[in-house]
């Protein structure tokens, strides 16, 4: 196991009926509150008027930021960076899914800066300070409820960039599973794949003697493998969507199960490549290319792959080799995405291989992805033709 230092003031409020407790949360940052949503969803399931409600109650001046676009981009948080600084609002509440909790999350980095927020995701700046947030989670996935990232869009220069900052954790995140049960099934297994990748990315690693972290990821993937095919049959199910709800906050939150051990992220920087050209939902671009790198990779480390198909997808290893039972491994993650509804390959996208190199290029922009095994342009573009 590795050093490590583990920090997270994030407030995470969670169960039915929570949205009451909203006011109370944002009363001591200020009065001027920026609402940050997205397309509409909110107003449609009356999670608006209740927010509005609360805000009132606290006697709160409200600027609204409505339209933030799944995959966000820049130009939304401009304009909500603009806003905050004409209104000199207090704090930033996202009302939403990822996107719009990122989005509250730039723009609030955004707001006390000088230069473009783009440089924090260009890696030309640190943030320093931010105005404070706190969040409204109505989609269950991301993890921004309880960490410090967000992945903004620059849809001019076709990149797609993920920043991560101790100063962007959210105050408080308020988790009502019951406001998730009108996500579509689309977007639920978006979610799902997305909470399983987070996993995935610290869970396959070279690391050794790290059994509770390696316990601790094998649990979620069960409890996300279980109730989230529960949850697309019944999407009213509370027992089903609680606990999606906490599996991918569990997932993502800085620490819980990546402390002590060498992270990868090479399939999250190769699904922002793809994402930056084709404006896919980051869920789908998962389910796409995570089985491939998994069968490109599976031999840096082919114990813990052993582990993950017994442990987690109970392969029985019964006179089969090391190999096979990888390889069953993966094939069962790969069986379980196509379950849920979740694509397959590029194609199913819609996407061929014309722009399979300048993806490839962006990816490793930064240099070489990964570290389960360190893939350069030629291995991603490899990836990306697995996955056509
Ligand atoms: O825009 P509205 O109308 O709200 O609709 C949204 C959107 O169309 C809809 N939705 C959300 N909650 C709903 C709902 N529809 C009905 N009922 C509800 N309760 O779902 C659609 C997708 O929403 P979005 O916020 O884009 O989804 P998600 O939460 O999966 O966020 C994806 C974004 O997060 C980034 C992704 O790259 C992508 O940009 N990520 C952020 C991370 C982080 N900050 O830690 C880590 C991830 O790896 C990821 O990269
Ligand atoms: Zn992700």
Same mark, same amino acid.
């Given at each position: ?48 008027? &209740? ?6 109650? +606290?006697?709160?001046?409200? $600027? ?10 820049? @130009?939304?948080?401009?304009?909500? +960076? ?20 990122? =989005?509250?999350?730039? /723009? =609030? ?20 300070? =931010? ?27 076709? &990149? ?19 406001? @998730? ?20 990315? &610290? ?16 649990? +979620? ?28 906050? $569990? ?15 090479? *399939? ?46 109970? /392969?029985?290893?019964?006179?089969? *080799? ?13 069986? $379980? ?52």
């Amino acid at each position: 196991m590795n050093n490590f230092a583990f920090y997270n003031p994030t407030k995470i409020v969670f169960g039915r009926g929570t949205v009451t407790e909203l006011g109370g949360l944002v009363e001591p940052y200020g009065k001027r509150v920026l609402l940050v949503y997205g397309g509409g969803s909110i107003k449609r399931n009356g999670l608006y008027d &209740q927010v509005l409600r609360q805000l009132k109650g +606290i006697g709160a001046e409200v $600027y609204e930021l409505p339209g933030v676009e799944p995959n966000p981009r820049l @130009t939304s948080v401009h304009r909500g +960076i603009e806003l905050c600084r004409e209104h000199d609002v207090q704090f930033i509440l996202g009302v939403g899914g990822g996107s719009v909790i990122d =989005a509250a999350k730039a /723009i =609030a980095a955004g707001v006390p800066y000088e230069g473009d927020v783009w440089d924090f995701y260009a890696r030309k700046a640190r943030v320093e300070k =931010a105005l404070p947030l706190g969040a409204v989670l109505t989609l269950a996935a991301t993890g921004t409820e309880m960490n410090g990232n967000t992945v903004i869009t620059n849809w001019e220069i076709n &990149q797609k960039r993920g920043m991560g900052s101790i100063h962007v954790y959210p105050k408080f995140s308020i988790l009502d599973p019951e406001l @998730t049960f009108t996500v579509p099934a689309d977007q639920t297994a978006n979610g799902i794949v997305d909470m399983m990748s987070h996993v995935f990315e &610290q869970y396959f690693s070279l690391t050794t003697d790290t059994p509770l972290q390696e316990r601790l990821c094998e649990s +979620i993937l069960k409890t996300v493998i279980e109730n989230g095919e529960l949850a697309i049959r019944e999407p009213d199910n509370y027992a089903a969507r609680a606990n999606l709800m906490l599996c991918g906050t $569990y997932a993502l939150n800085g620490g819980m199960i990546s402390v002590g051990v060498q992270q990868d992220w090479a *399939s999250h920087e190769i699904e922002h490549a793809i994402s930056a050209v084709y404006d896919i939902a980051h869920g789908a671009g998962l389910s796409i290319v995570f089985p491939n790198w998994m069968k490109y990779v599976y031999r840096s480390r082919i114990d813990r792959f052993v582990q993950y198909a017994v442990r987690v997808w109970d /392969i029985d290893p019964a006179g089969k *080799s090391d190999e096979e039972i990888a390889l069953a491994g993966i094939q069962a993650t790969r069986d $379980y995405f196509t379950r849920i509804g979740a694509p397959a390959t590029l194609g199913e996208a819609g996407i061929g291989r014309e722009k399979l190199d300048v993806m490839a290029e962006d990816a490793v922009r930064f240099g070489p992805l990964g570290s389960f095994r360190k893939l350069e342009k030629d291995d991603v573009k490899a990836i990306l033709e697995m996955a056509l």
